[in-house]
């Protein structure tokens, strides 16, 4: 905390090491959701017919 | 003498705004839609999960906010329980944007402005640059060098833009009281309504949606 962040340089893009975690942490996390099976899947109603109107 | 009629009487018309709400209520919101007991069968995924971790953090963030605002930064900054509810306030923001952008790239990819919910859509665009102003009025209430380093650098800024006249981010009681009563009832309230955008409409259907098994079509869209 009481050091600065170590950055990194690609050219023109400029990013501190905890940005770049987060965000590749934040597409991880995305991926995952995307590919993940969902535990619940086989107690959800099978059509979408939830909410005529 | 009149004589008695077979078709029914009808019903007694009310004018009023009371009425007039609780129509629309019964038509937009029935207790099916806002407590749902079974979904359509492509909510089964992690996407989904996204937005309610969010509230979840928001939960967090306020339960902590309160607690901090009780017992102000010469508790929260020095004892050591103090400095505990004081980062799981400040992690709880940190979850909060993370699973907010999360939420916002899920719905972005899936188009969830569609079928008459460009108003839910909006709704979440406003609480999330209300969420980055709130965070802001936050780290420049911190009563420490952090927030004083911040908010010297972020005036010029600000002032450049002409909101400075207003938006003063060295008048520390302008910005503790925006953070803690004014933004956090705003978000709140925008969240609740979000939820019941929601809860109205029904979850937008994926853009291609799966076939389920046994079945020759998929699900048609269920919004008005």
């Given at each position: 905390m009481e050091t600065p962040a170590t950055y990194i340089q690609l050219g023109f893009i400029v990013i501190s090491v905890p940005n770049l975690i987060v965000i590749v942490g934040m597409v991880a996390v995305f991926l995952a959701a995307l590919f993940a099976p969902f535990p619940a899947h086989h107690e959800i109603d099978g059509d979408g017919d939830e909410h005529p109107e | 003498m009149s004589t008695p009629s077979s078709a029914p009487a009808p019903e007694p018309t009310d004018a009023s705004w009371t009425a007039a709400t609780r129509r629309f209520l019964e038509r937009r919101l029935p207790l099916t839609h806002l407590l749902p007991s079974r979904q359509p069968f492509?909510?089964?995924?992690?996407?989904?999960?996204f937005g309610v971790v969010a509230i979840t953090a928001l939960v967090w963030v306020i339960g902590s906010g309160i607690v901090l605002a009780f017992f102000g930064p010469g508790w929260f900054h020095v004892s050591a329980l103090g400095r505990f509810v004081n980062s799981i306030h400040f992690w709880g923001v940190q979850l909060f944007f993370f699973f907010v952008v999360l939420h916002l790239w899920g719905q972005f990819f899936m188009a969830s402005w569609r079928d008459g919910r460009a108003k839910t859509w909006l709704v979440g665009v406003v609480i999330f640059v209300a969420g980055l102003v709130t965070g802001f009025t936050g780290y420049v209430s911190q009563q420490n060098l952090d927030a004083q380093w911040i908010a010297i650098n972020a005036k010029d800024g600000i002032n450049a833009t002409g909101?400075?006249?207003?938006?003063?981010?060295?008048?520390f009681g302008q910005m503790y009281g925006i953070h803690v009563m004014l933004l956090p009832i705003f978000v709140t309230m925008l969240v609740v309504l979000h939820v019941v955008q929601v809860r109205m409409r029904g979850v937008v259907n994926p853009i291609e949606p799966k076939v389920p098994a046994g079945?020759?079509?998929?699900p048609t869209d269920v919004a008005s």
């Open positions: - | 492509f909510v089964g995924s992690w996407v989904y999960v909101a400075g006249s207003f938006f003063n981010v060295l008048d079945r020759s079509k998929p």
